[in-house]
């Protein structure tokens, strides 16, 4: 039976839907309006017809067997809530324009998707948020069906609600209103409720996907109405528990009124047109009263609701009368037949009898037998929903008059409740615990929980299990699950998570891809796998040197850790552990020892630290590597590798063949041992390190080639690292000098001025007389020094001369590995030029002069003999001999090497020896006493003074090349040795002229005194700005500056002082830092007008620092009593808060104002410290670097005097620097003559006595003057 429409008109038609006017007369074919919604449901026919099939061959459902036993090994797997996540973006992902979401499967959806496609893109997508019905009296959403498989114990929940973007529509305005979308969401969940109770486990439940085709058969039955084709679905997944097999299927579809129809349906222009054709149909319609969207909503949302409200089919359908007032000035009747699968035929009106066309709504009662009719139940309910939603938008817009209009239609849609919540979601999976209110995290949106389907509130076992569920499914990105899994035990700060963590042999994939990234590797490229272990330590120590940010290194070495851990490769391991520390000094300290120290001790402190901390044997042995590189020391390294077999394993001489240890010194196999040793020396020195390893290399390549060739000399170089001369050619080493008795520094002195090729020559080379000198004109108005030179001292000074040049050319011929200076040469060197020698002379004849000027001149020593031995030293008369003296040691006893007390048969008689036969006894007669006198005086002077004592005769008995205008003789001396300085005296207080004088420098003196930072700072001290008082002109300026620097640039640290309370020279052993290069713009008398100003900023920074040091001197000096002025405050202050005072009956009165006056004056001093404390150190922090733009005068370090001891004792020995050989150091301690690392002359570690107290620096551009190796030897035939 047909009856009328519940919905009846009250206030005229704005609101009913009853019959009121004249039918609709319109032809229309009822049978084709249909809808085409049954005709999509027609590709399920088949669909059924195969279940049904299926079932007739096997038993039925009985709801205690697990359909999907296999279920855990499906990939992906998610839990709930990261289910939801995904429902709750999917659409985001779906509209998305993203060039890369666009044209890649997440355009799709992401509901069926692995976590690790989109995880990274979680957080960029809007979350839809999810809308429900509170209220189901209205309109049911929520509802429980029965099983067809199995309707005892399974059952189905089914829930519909909205996905709204909120963000988006509370931006909606009357104009963009039809824009507004509103996407369904239909969740149905299968239990079975057997399983639930019998194989449900503790803790979080995990759905894997299946596919459509993948469903059971009794699963298929219960979601026919499921059709992956329907066109309005837009997305979907299916996901069946692991535990119970509870199934979940998730359907999106489209809104049920998209733009077109809400075009249609609600914008203004199609209800003002609507209506305008209304009024003209119906008089009753006041034109000017157009109804607004809210109440066309309102009417469609009543049509739709009623065929949903019949809960039988024995209740009459409720028509609509076409010609009803509200439904054509609401909404175009014809769309009900067209599109919403009304049926219009013809009714009878009650009153008048008369047949009217009316639309009949869809039989929607069998739903639960007929899944047609189910679907289309579900399709009316979508349209309710999104019809409620929309209704409340549109109430929202309305504003002033449009408000008191419509108030039915605002109550009607404000009467529905709905909600935006994810309730339902538990709801419908029976999830409880999470519906009570787990607390969500912004981390539940990182990526890396999402990969592992992960929440902040799980609990460590349930994460644990994700893990290793992912891993197993998964196990090609097991990196990147154990970087989520690192990544949520950090963050969650859980120490089982951690230690779970550091028990899994895993790397993770991110940390792979960054390690690879430093190494210039991309992963997606290249497998990290297929790369030789060669190749990547290559790349590791070639990016090492590139310092491109601070923490470069370490970086790199994290990434060596973890690319040798993937690989599982022990070589990279092995690098990664060993690597030597980049700070030496971390070494030192590890091994608990200073860097002073010897090599032994070093041994020593290694075993003790190794042997007592087991736990940091690893660190020990890098510690021991770095120092080994530090010092470049073989017996370090041989050490090493017994201690720590991993080093011989890798780098023992057994690695290689004998031609690739050749190949590897790139050397010829017929190569001599010796050159093979220098070959070796030269890349292990070498001034550009390279990698530490390649000493290693070098090592085992050397022992290899020493093994292969038995050859004595290379191994005792590799066991003792020194070179054994007595193996070695004597051509190829320097010789040393035999101390003839506490003649302090003169063997280093001797050695230095041999090393300085241009001086040696003219020494080797010299052949001249008193007579020649005098028929020199020039001589006779010479000075040397500002002074006259007497001819006693010429005399002197030539047959210093002579006994020079000798030594020398025994130092260049002698086949012995040392020589021994004549003591005559000592004496002279130390006896100053005022002390009077009595040197008989032969008689002035010209035969005499050119006899002498002969045996001279024969400089041809190419095949002469060393020296002979002591007993033509020194010719004593019988009375001057001393029965008690001691003679010295016979040096053939001592050292067989240093032979030097006997002449071989064959060897020519020495040049002085005959010119003594054939003159006479014409030696300078020096009695014992004189030459111990000559010695102390030796050990009372400072190096200058005998260098001063040494070039004064070098100068006396050389021709000068010109005389200056004070007629000062110019000469070799003065061209190597010798620069000007320029003093400026400026008067401050009178107008007068500035007075300059030129003065010539031998050597710059520093003061260690002062206590300098280093070389620069003692320089700047020494050219510092000097204010004095004259009495001429009062207070006066004294400037100094360089006007001419020589070729090689002598400075003397000033090292020893007189302590006045000990009343004994003191040495101060402060260690004062200098480099190879020294660059001296910065005290040159220059007019750059940038560098005056650069001199003048830094002078007044100096000031500045000098006074801030000062003031903080000052807070920080104490009394008498110890106490400084903070703590004077802080005494006082505590006095005041003390009973001391009320004990004493003393009162103060402001006692609070005191007390807060003296915190304030603390406060001040702390402040004040603390502004002083950084002001200091920002300019002890520029300072140094003020003159870095001022390179253009360098000066090369190549010799190095050093003292060890005290003031009043000590031993002497000189460094001196090679650049013919490698730049190698070598060390000259009288007659031993060894190879020392740059280290050890740049040692400044704080307590070592071992000092230098004279440097020397060639011009840069003049370093081939410096020739230390010059030995020309005769071989025996």
């Known amino acids: ?645 991993e080093f011989e394993e890798y780098y023992g001489s057994s690695r290689l063949s004998y031609m690739e240890a050749l190949e590897l010194l790139q050397i010829n196999e017929n190569a001599s041992d010796d050159t093979i040793l220098e070959i070796f020396q030269r890349k292990w020195y070498a001034e550009h390190n390279f990698e530490s390893d390649n000493f290693l290399k070098l090592k085992a390549a050397l022992t290899r080639i020493g093994l292969e060739r038995n050859s004595k000399f290379i191994l005792h170089f590799i066991n003792t690292g020194i070179i054994d001369a007595s193996c070695l050619p004597a051509n190829d080493w320097p010789i040393g000098l035999n101390n003839i008795g506490n003649t302090c520094y003169l063997n280093s002195l001797l050695q230095y001025y041999f090393s300085i090729a241009p001086l040696r020559e003219w020494v080797l080379n010299y052949n001249s007389t008193i007579k020649d000198l005098k028929s020199n004109g020039r001589n006779t108005s010479r000075r040397i020094g500002g002074r006259e030179v007497s001819d006693s001292e010429v005399q002197r000074s030539i047959y210093f001369i002579y006994e020079l040049r000798d030594l020398f050319r025994d130092m260049i011929h002698s086949k012995e590995r040392c020589v021994t200076p004549r003591e005559k040469l000592a004496f002279l060197a130390f006896a100053p030029s005022s002390m009077i020698v009595d040197l008989k002379l032969l008689s002035d004849s010209n035969d005499d002069e050119e006899k002498l000027k002969s045996n001279g001149a024969h400089a041809d020593h190419e095949e002469s003999a060393p020296v002979n031995g002591e007993a033509s030293l020194i010719d004593f008369k019988d009375e001057d001999k001393d029965e008690n003296m001691e003679l010295p040691l016979d040096e053939t006893e001592e050292n067989p090497q240093c032979n030097d007390n006997t002449v071989n048969e064959n060897e020519d008689i020495n040049m002085l020896d005959l010119e003594q036969e054939e003159m006479g006894n014409k030696s300078p007669k020096i009695s014992p006493d004189q030459l111990e006198n000559a010695l102390e005086m030796g050990r009372q002077q400072d190096v200058t003074e005998c260098i001063g004592n040494v070039l004064f005769q070098l100068e006396s008995a050389s021709y000068p090349i010109n005389l200056g205008e004070d007629n000062e003789q110019n000469d070799l001396v003065k061209e190597l040795f010798y620069g000007n300085i320029k003093q400026n005296i400026v008067p401050l207080n009178i107008e007068a002229g500035v007075r300059t004088k030129i003065e010539r420098f031998l050597s710059l003196l520093v003061n260690i005194g002062d206590h300098s930072k280093d070389i620069y700072d003692a320089l700047d001290s020494y050219f510092s700005d000097e204010y004095l008082t004259m009495e001429e002109y009062g207070e006066v300026k004294r400037t100094l500056a360089v006007t001419e620097f020589p070729t090689i640039l002598q400075i003397q640290i000033q090292r020893v002082y007189y302590d006045r309370e000990r009343f004994m020279p003191v040495k101060s052993i402060d260690p004062l830092p200098f480099n190879q290069l020294l660059y001296m713009d910065r005290y040159t008398d220059t007019t750059d007008k940038v560098l005056l100003e650069r001199k003048r900023e830094t002078e007044a920074m100096k000031k500045e620092l000098l006074q801030l040091k000062k003031r903080q001197k000052e807070l920080l000096s104490t009394n008498e009593l110890g106490i400084s002025r903070k703590a004077a405050y802080i005494e006082t202050s505590k006095i005041l808060k003390s009973d001391i005072l009320e004990s004493q009956n003393i009162e103060i009165t402001g006692k609070d104002e005191l007390f807060q006056k003296l915190n304030g004056f603390i406060s001040e001093v702390d402040n004040e410290l603390t502004k002083l404390y950084h002001e200091i150190q920002t300019l002890e922090l520029k300072i140094p670097k003020q003159f870095d733009d001022f390179k253009n005068l360098a000066y090369s370090l190549f010799a190095v005097f050093i003292h060890r001891g005290e003031a009043s004792y000590g031993h002497y020995w000189i460094y001196i620097k090679d650049s013919y050989k490698n730049g190698i150091w070598r060390k000259y301690n009288d007659e031993t003559i060894t190879e020392v690392p740059e280290s050890e002359v740049f040692n400044f570690a704080s307590g070592n006595t071992a000092t230098p107290y004279f440097l020397v620096y060639v011009k840069k551009g003049n370093e081939a003057d410096i020739e230390p190796l010059k030995r020309i030897v005769q071989q025996n035939i």
């Open 1 to 645: 039976m047909l009856q009328k429409n519940e919905f009846v008109e009250e206030n005229g038609d704005r609101d009913g839907l009853g019959i009121n006017g004249s039918g609709f007369t319109d032809d229309i074919d009822l049978e084709s309006r249909q809808g085409d919604s049954f005709e999509k449901l027609g590709q399920s026919e088949s669909l059924r017809g195969e279940v049904l099939d299926v079932l007739d061959d096997q038993v039925g459902d009985t709801g205690k067997m697990l359909l999907y036993p296999d279920i855990g090994s499906k990939f992906p797997f998610k839990t709930s809530d990261r289910i939801l996540d995904d429902i709750l973006r999917d659409i985001s992902f779906i509209n998305s324009e993203e060039h890369s979401i666009l044209y890649s499967d997440l355009h799709n959806g992401v509901l069926r998707l692995p976590v690790l496609n989109y995880s990274r893109r979680i957080v960029d997508m809007q979350p839809y948020s999810l809308g429900t019905l509170v209220d189901q009296v209205v309109l049911e959403s929520k509802y429980e069906l029965p099983s067809v498989s199995c309707p005892e114990h399974n059952k189905l929940n089914v829930f519909m609600g909205v996905l709204i973007d909120r963000v988006k529509q509370e931006k909606i305005t009357p104009e963009t209103f039809i824009d507004s979308q509103i996407y369904h969401i239909k969740i149905t969940v299968k239990t079975r409720t057997i399983l639930e109770q019998t194989k449900k486990r503790l803790g979080l439940s995990r759905f894997h996907m299946i596919d459509e085709t993948d469903l059971h058969p009794f699963d298929k039955m219960d979601l026919l109405t499921f059709d992956s084709n329907n066109p309005r679905l837009i997305d979907y997944a299916i996901y069946v528990s692991e535990d119970t097999n509870k199934l979940i299927l998730i359907e999106i579809f489209k809104p049920e009124f998209e733009k077109v129809d809400a075009e249609q349906l609600w914008s203004q222009d199609a209800i003002n047109n609507r209506y305008e054709r209304a009024c003209q149909k119906f008089e009753s319609l006041d034109p000017s009263n157009v109804v607004c969207p809210a109440e066309c909503i309102n009417t469609l949302f009543k049509i739709f609701r009623g065929p949903l409200n019949r809960t039988s089919a024995e209740e009459p359908l409720k028509t609509i009368n076409s010609d009803n007032v509200v439904l054509n000035s609401h909404i175009d009747p014809k769309w009900l037949t067209m599109k919403y699968d009304f049926r219009l035929f013809m009714g009878k009106n009650e009153e008048t009898g008369e047949e009217v066309p009316e639309y009949e709504p869809p039989d929607l009662t069998n739903y639960l037998k007929d899944w047609k009719q189910r679907k289309l139940r579900e399709s009316f309910i979508r349209k309710c929903i999104e019809l409620i939603f929309l209704g409340k938008f549109s109430v929202k817009l309305l504003v002033g008059e449009e408000l008191k209009k419509v108030p039915r239609v605002i109550r009607a849609f404000n009467i529905v409740q709905t909600a935006y919540t994810t309730s339902p979601w538990f709801h419908t999976l029976e999830e409880y615990k999470s519906i009570s209110g787990d607390p969500s995290s912004t981390l539940d949106t990182n990526y890396h929980f999402v990969n592992l389907s992960t929440c902040h509130y799980y609990v460590d076992r349930d994460i644990i299990k994700n893990y290793e569920t992912q891993c197993v499914l998964d196990s090609e990105n097991i990196g990147i699950y154990f970087d989520a899994l690192t990544f949520i035990a950090n963050r969650k700060g859980s120490f089982q998570l951690i230690a779970y963590c550091g028990k899994q042999d895993v790397v993770g994939q991110e940390s792979l891809d960054h390690a690879l990234r430093l190494f210039g590797i991309d992963s997606k490229e290249i497998d990290v796998s297929t790369i030789n272990d060669s190749v990547l330590i290559t790349i590791y120590q070639t990016e090492s040197l590139n310092h491109s940010y601070p923490n470069k290194h370490s970086d790199l070495k994290n990434a060596l850790c973890l690319i040798a851990k993937y690989k599982n490769s022990p070589k990279l391991k092995f690098l990664a552990d060993y690597e030597p520390y980049k700070l030496v000094s971390k070494a030192y300290d590890i091994l608990e020892v200073d860097q002073s120290v010897d090599e032994d001790v070093i041994q020593t402190a290694y075993s003790i630290k190794a042997n007592d901390s087991p736990g940091l044997k690893i660190d020990c042995d890098r510690a021991l590597y770095t120092v080994a590189i530090h010092k470049k020391s073989l017996s370090l390294f041989d050490f090493l590798m017994v201690q720590c077999p």
